[in-house]
């Protein structure tokens, strides 16, 4: 059966009924699903009506066709819009009707038959940008981060150019959802799960549900064998050796810079002042470039970036030279070569 929806004088539970059949029009403009957006992410109560209406539309979708064909009958004898009107004091009751009236009348466009879209997103340095999909699914992306989701009939595409960003997805097996990070792909299973990209080096950590991960058509490590991962779990592509690791990782480990803090376990200095860069507006560069293979653990402050810097040289053979638009890490010189 389908769950009941709960009462609401709410009209927001209209508006994001009208949204959902507006965004699944095979005409839906670049345009409309801008002023979707804007719609959504002005009122945390539109997020969660459209939602709400999202998940009852994948329930009803996947209903038996007799039990569908019940709930179209006992709302064919008033259009969609009709009924609508007729239900404001029940406005979630409207919104069961747009829908089921939507399967009887031939105006419903399952879900794998949303027209083709594509849309790219950018962050700034040391900004983060929220991101919500027309599925319900959302993106936190980091900082000075890129990608770009392709929506299509009959799956959900994001590349992750570069950077990081956090997945809750709206799991839908008909509609798969794949984030394409350089060498790897990550297949949603039902999950929330966060992706570092540096380079072709990509970091895979599952805090909800569990991910399939592998590599892609593109990869230089195509015979390498996918891995499924599960909350708690964290997956490490690395380009030196094109292989998958997989190891432990606590929810807080993995969304760390969600909350101002960069976490790294054993990685190369050359990926953690990348990642570093990503939230200075001072960047750090490494001048010699053994200095890069340096394996480093620990946490960086996003607001306490020149601290860290500073205390580099307590850890490695290093020196620190800061200058006006950037901070250089140089190999240790002997007493006689310093300044």
């Not at 240790?332 to 310093?338: A, L």
């Amino acid at each position: 059966m389908v769950s009941t929806i709960n009462d609401s004088n709410d009209p927001v539970a209209q508006s994001a009924s009208d949204w959902w059949l507006r965004l699944r029009d095979p005409d839906c403009s670049e345009q409309t699903t801008g002023q979707w957006l804007a719609w959504f992410e002005a009122d945390e109560r539109h997020r969660q009506a459209f939602e709400a209406v999202c998940q009852f539309a994948e329930q009803l979708d996947s209903v038996p066709a007799m039990e569908r064909q019940a709930l179209s009958r006992s709302f064919a004898t008033q259009p969609a819009r009709t009924a609508m009107q007729r239900s404001r004091t029940n406005a979630w009751l409207a919104v069961a009707a747009v829908l089921v009236v939507a399967v009887l009348g031939g105006v419903w466009v399952a879900k794998r038959d949303l027209a083709p879209s594509s849309r790219s997103y950018a962050s700034q340095i040391a900004q983060t940008q929220q991101i919500a999909l027309p599925d319900g699914s959302s993106i936190e992306l980091g900082a000075s981060s890129s990608l770009t989701t392709k929506y299509a009939r009959s799956q959900r595409h994001v590349d992750l150019v570069a950077g990081e960003a956090f997945f809750h997805v709206t799991h839908d097996e008909a509609r798969p959802f794949v984030v394409n990070a350089g060498p790897l792909s990550i297949l949603d299973l039902g999950t929330a799960f966060n992706v570092r990209r540096t380079g072709e080096r990509v970091v895979v950590a599952v805090t909800e549900g569990r991910v399939r991960v592998s590599p892609n058509q593109q990869a230089d490590a195509s015979n390498v064998a996918g891995v499924e991962v599960t909350a708690g779990h964290q997956v490490s592509f690395d380009p030196g050796n094109a292989s998958l690791s997989v190891s432990p990782v606590t929810t807080d480990h993995a969304t760390a810079w969600r909350n101002h803090r960069l976490e790294f376990v054993n990685e190369p200095l050359v990926d953690v002042v990348a990642n570093v860069n990503r939230y200075s507006q001072r960047p750090v560069r490494i001048a010699d470039a053994d200095l890069g293979g340096l394996s480093f653990t620990g946490t960086v402050k996003t607001d306490a970036i020149d601290s860290w810097v500073s205390a580099l040289p307590r850890v490695f053979p290093l020196e620190v030279t800061t200058y006006p638009d950037h901070v250089e890490l140089a190999r240790q010189r002997s007493g006689s070569d310093k300044r």
